[in-house]
């Protein structure tokens, strides 16, 4: 398994082939584009979760743009019992790319949706953070939504509604109670 958190090498600074253009449509609500746009391009394929807000596509790994999920091994409580809140998170994110065949805009006949991410920015640990989706379904916007990630205010409030309603109908990690997932990777892991 390689080291997700060791930085990137440094693209090629000699021009290349314009990338493909940006679906104004894909990008986030509130989302300016980034800086560095000339760098980042559009990667489409079939992607494997890592965790509750990590996906590998083509090789590389993509933080999903505007949310943090529990690590996988995060425990949370709810009904007095601990369970494993990163495990279930990460279970919902690979229920959503097994989306049944036929569902979202890009399905053709007999395969599934195809998973496109378009990087919006790097994490801390130089990986793209792009907004990732799944025919006509927002990853972050549905992890959010299901209660199993929370809005990531450094990139945004993109999905402050879908958290709002999560928190309201008591979903995924609204159910208990629970470390934010930056709160907990500073007491646990020192970040």
């Known amino acids: 398994m390689p080291n997700v958190r060791a930085p990137l090498p440094q ?17 986030p609500r509130s989302a300016a584009p980034p800086e560095n746009d000339r760098k980042l391009q559009r990667v489409a394929g079939v992607g494997r979760v890592v965790d509750g807000d990590t ?5 590389r790994t993509y933080r999903l743009w505007g949310i943090d999920a529990p690590e996988l091994i995060q425990v949370c409580q709810r009904d007095g019992q601990a369970y494993a809140c ?31 991410c378009v990087p919006r920015t790097s994490d801390q640990y130089g990986r793209p953070a792009a ?14 939504r299901a209660g199993w990630a929370l809005v990531l205010t450094r990139h945004g409030n993109d999905y402050a509604p879908e958290e709002d309603e999560a928190r309201e109908a008591r979903r995924g990690l609204w159910a208990g ?12 892991l020192g970040e």
Not at 11 to 27: E, F, N
Not at 96 to 116: D, Q, T
Not at 131 to 144: F, K, N, T, W
């Open 55 to 59: 996906l590998r596509l083509e090789g």
């Open 11 to 27: 693209a090629d600074p000699t021009p290349t082939a314009a990338p493909a253009p940006v679906d104004a449509a894909a990008r």
């Open 86 to 116: 990163g495990r279930e998170a990460a279970a919902y994110l690979r229920m959503l790319l097994a989306a049944e065949p036929g569902l979202g805009e890009s399905a053709s006949a007999g395969a599934a949706p195809l998973l496109v």
């Open 131 to 144: 907004l990732c989706r799944l025919g006509d379904q927002d990853l972050g916007a549905e992890m959010v």
């Open 177 to 188: 109670t629970f470390d934010m997932p930056w709160e907990w990777r500073a007491k646990r």
